[in-house]
């Protein structure tokens, strides 16, 4: 988890990371989760969800399986959107085991093409065997490093000059204003980036929830989700649309 914000080495997982669900109310959002979610979900991203939450939970490098991963409910909505634009590229910052890689990779066609950026290979790779089991791998260029440079390369290239379809954010929170500089010239005009957890657990509205301190890692990050949040508000260059889904999901559309 080298560069990462959302790393946290050997310090305590708070109980809190254990409702993901920015709806406050784990029995909402489990409803969701078993009526909706679960009995949709592809098998292979089942597969792939549950070695995460169980495989992983045992190692001490990866205790913060549960807050890492994707939510099924986010991913089960961007897959459909994916969808309804025909996407075909698209481009990934934070992939960890792969679960929305994987939700993203089933919702293109056979010659779609994502490129994937982690600083971890490891645990995509622990993810890969049931990218294959569906017939997905080949869509997938994963790129290990850190996303900046790998993105400043990208971005000199004519080719990725509003390339993509669709980017999924879900790295390093304190450079989520770098990512987008940099993506919102290489998605194409009408196409959309999506920024993962733009309400960090709730914490952005914190003062408001004095009777739920938050663990010193969501403080960490949440002047930057907050400066962000504002900053996204106010270019022009996007459309927003802010959902209150998973731990909060910001959609932009590139205008021009
Ligand atoms: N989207 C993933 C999923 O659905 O399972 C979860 C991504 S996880 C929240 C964040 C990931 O970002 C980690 O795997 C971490 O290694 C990676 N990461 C953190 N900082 C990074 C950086 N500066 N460059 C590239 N990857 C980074
Ligand atoms: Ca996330």
């Known amino acids: 988890m080298a560069g990462s914000s959302e790393g946290v080495g050997d310090k305590e997982l708070p109980p809190i990371l254990e409702q993901r669900c920015i709806l406050q109310s784990e029995a909402l959002s489990q409803y969701i989760l078993e009526t909706s979610v679960y009995p949709r979900e592809p098998e292979a991203l089942k597969e792939l969800r549950q070695l995460t939450a169980t495989d992983l939970r045992q190692a001490p490098a990866i205790r913060f399986w549960n807050a890492m991963a994707t939510g099924p409910d986010e991913m089960q909505f961007l897959s459909m959107l994916l969808k309804l634009m025909n996407a075909k590229k698209t481009l990934e910052i934070g992939v960890f085991t792969g679960y929305s890689l994987l939700a993203t990779a089933l919702s293109l066609p056979h010659d779609g093409e994502i490129i994937a950026i982690d600083t971890n290979r490891k645990n995509f790779e622990l993810g890969?065997?049931?990218?294959?089991?569906?017939?997905?791998?080949?869509?997938?260029?994963?790129?290990?490093?850190?996303?900046?440079?790998?993105?400043?390369?990208?971005?000199?290239?004519?080719?990725?000059?509003?390339?993509?379809?669709?980017?999924?954010?879900?790295?390093?929170?304190?450079?989520?204003?770098?990512?987008?500089?940099?993506v919102v010239e290489m998605v194409r005009v009408g196409g959309i980036i999506g920024y993962d957890n733009t309400l960090w657990n709730g914490s952005v509205v914190a003062e408001a929830i004095v009777e739920r301190p938050f663990p010193w890692y969501i403080m960490e990050s949440r002047d930057a989700i907050l400066k962000f949040n504002a900053y996204l508000a106010a270019d022009p260059r996007v459309e927003i649309c802010h959902l209150s889904i998973s731990d909060g999901l910001t959609l932009c559309r590139r205008l021009h």
């Not at 290990?144 to 879900?170: R, S, T």
């Open 128 to 182: 890969l065997p049931f990218f294959e089991k569906a017939g997905v791998a080949h869509k997938v260029d994963f790129r290990e490093g850190l996303a900046l440079p790998i993105l400043n390369e990208l971005a000199k290239e004519e080719k990725y000059k509003g390339w993509f379809d669709f980017v999924f954010v879900d790295a390093d929170k304190s450079n989520y204003m770098n990512y987008h500089e940099r």
